[in-house]
């Protein structure tokens, strides 16, 4: 398994923007299927992006399509969530997570890695 750590958290006006990173470290040679999913205070947490297991596709939640771009360098192990028109509804904790299987990439109970979260609120 992987290791993740998400960096790049702050605190953004409505309409601004910010870029989350997530740096993979341990067996990165594994296959494995990286996603972003956030939880708001009193809120369950919730699907946000991910990519398909091929990792041709991506996916995104209704709330943050056209707004929010997952992408990855593999190079560098380190997958990205750039978030453009931020709302005060996308503030909360954002968590990467990486599956190690097929299907089910909407559940955060099919990713066997999670990183420590970073905050992100957004001031209306």
């Known amino acids: 398994q992987v290791q993740l750590v998400e960096s790049g958290g702050g605190l953004v006006q409505a309409g601004g923007s910010l870029q989350l990173s997530c740096a993979a470290s341990?067996?990165?040679?594994?296959?494995?299927?990286m996603a972003w999913f956030r939880q708001a205070p009193g809120k369950e947490r919730e699907f946000v992006a991910g990519?398909?297991?091929?990792?041709?596709?991506?996916y995104y939640a209704d709330s943050v399509k056209g707004r929010f771009t997952i992408s990855r360098d593999n190079a560098k192990n380190t997958g990205y969530l750039q978030m453009n028109s931020l709302k005060p509804e996308d503030t909360g904790v954002y968590y990467c997570?990486?599956?190690?299987?097929?299907?089910?990439?909407?559940?955060?109970?099919?990713?066997?890695?999670w990183g420590q979260g970073t905050q992100v609120t957004v001031a209306s």
């Open positions: 990519f398909s297991w091929s990792g041709g596709r991506t």
């Open positions: 997570a990486a599956r190690y299987r097929g299907g089910g990439h909407l559940l955060d109970g099919s990713y066997g890695s």
């Open positions: 341990g067996r990165t040679r594994s296959r494995y299927a």
